[in-house]
């Protein structure tokens, strides 16, 4: 049911998609996209190489015990999660599957990846949320005796609290759910129980290492920032040279309002919207806006499929190695 769920909200998303690029004017978009040329583009697919590697440092932090020299495996991970929730008609929570099946593929014991799963996701949105103050701070500034504001501010507001409740869950209702898991677990499947409860003591281990908890919040912020600037450098090899905060703050709105849309696979729909209405806020054209959007959908194909496909090819052959 989830699933046709997820496939009906990715056709609508594409569809409001196509209908905004129709009415903001096909030949100005795609004039915008095809601006950012092949070494624009390369260079935006080497910045998303090191953010991803970023991400990577931010879950190795949170699992504790596993060597620096892990740190691909957890960097290839990020990208299959990354790429599972870009390409595939999945929610986010089916990236979080697909990365923590590449992570166990890897080698890191199953229980230690679901536990560092947990804290880096908390972590994550933990560091989201600060990003989304300052894009918050900076719009309300801009928008400061515009009328305008009476539309777009609400949204923006709402989108952050809605954030910061979901923030509120991860890191609230970690250990209860984990405990109620567990009781379930007991009278279905007893033979979970052991699992489980090594899943909590894994839990129970991460935090007690605050430094390193700090220490993934601290990389995933950098990594928020750092994709941020990869857009002001995509429009800057597209001929828009807005100043590096305008673009900060969009991106900071925009990846709120993905976020709180979390159940529509890509935002596919929610991305080109927002750009559309908090781009010419900054000075962006409605053209340029979108065609950043489509330019950023672009990297995540590039990046996405093949991600995907590598992660199929080691999964049939790791099936393959299982003895029948």
């Known amino acids: 049911m989830l699933k046709y769920l997820a496939l009906i909200l990715t056709v609508i998303g594409l569809i409001a998609a196509l209908w905004l690029i129709g009415a903001t004017g096909w030949q100005n978009v795609i004039a915008g996209v095809s601006s950012i040329g092949v070494l624009g583009f390369l260079a935006l697919m080497g910045w998303t190489g090191i953010n991803l590697t970023i991400l990577g440092a931010a879950w190795l932090a949170v699992a504790p015990g596993i060597a620096r020299s892990q740190l691909g495996t957890f960097a290839w991970a990020r990208t299959t999660r990354e790429a599972a929730t870009d390409v595939l008609p999945f929610s986010q929570f089916g990236g979080l599957v697909v990365g923590a099946r590449t992570a166990i593929a890897g080698g890191i014991r199953e229980s230690l990846v679901y536990a560092s799963l947990i804290a880096d996701q908390t972590t994550e949105l933990a560091a989201q949320l ?48 984990l405990k109620m898991a567990q009781g379930l677990a007991g009278r279905l499947l007893p033979q979970s129980v052991a699992t489980m409860s090594a899943l909590t003591i894994e839990l129970d281990a991460i935090y007690a290492q605050r430094g390193r908890v700090i220490a993934a919040f601290l990389l995933h912020f950098l990594a928020w920032v750092f994709s941020a600037a990869g857009a002001w450098m995509a429009l800057r090899f597209m001929g828009s040279a807005l100043p590096l905060v305008d673009v900060l703050t969009i991106e900071a709105l925009i990846f709120t309002l993905r976020t709180v849309a979390f159940a529509i696979p890509g935002g596919v729909g929610v991305q080109e919207a927002a750009y559309l209405l908090i781009g010419p806020l900054f000075g962006l054209t409605p053209s ?37």
Not at 130 to 154: E, K, R
Not at 158 to 168: E, N, R, T, V, W
Not at 294 to 317: M, N, S, T
């Open 288 to 324: 340029a806006a979108l065609a950043l959007s489509l330019v950023k959908r672009a990297r995540d194909i590039a990046v996405g499929v093949p991600g995907i496909l590598l992660w199929q090819a080691f999964e049939v052959r790791a099936l393959r190695r299982v003895p029948v």
């Open 130 to 177: 600060v990003f989304t103050m300052f894009g918050v701070v900076m719009l309300a500034l801009v928008l400061t005796d515009q009328p305008v504001a009476a539309g777009v501010l609400p949204l923006v507001l709402g989108g952050l609290a809605l954030m910061a409740g979901i923030m509120a869950l991860f890191a609230f209702g970690q250990r209860p759910v």
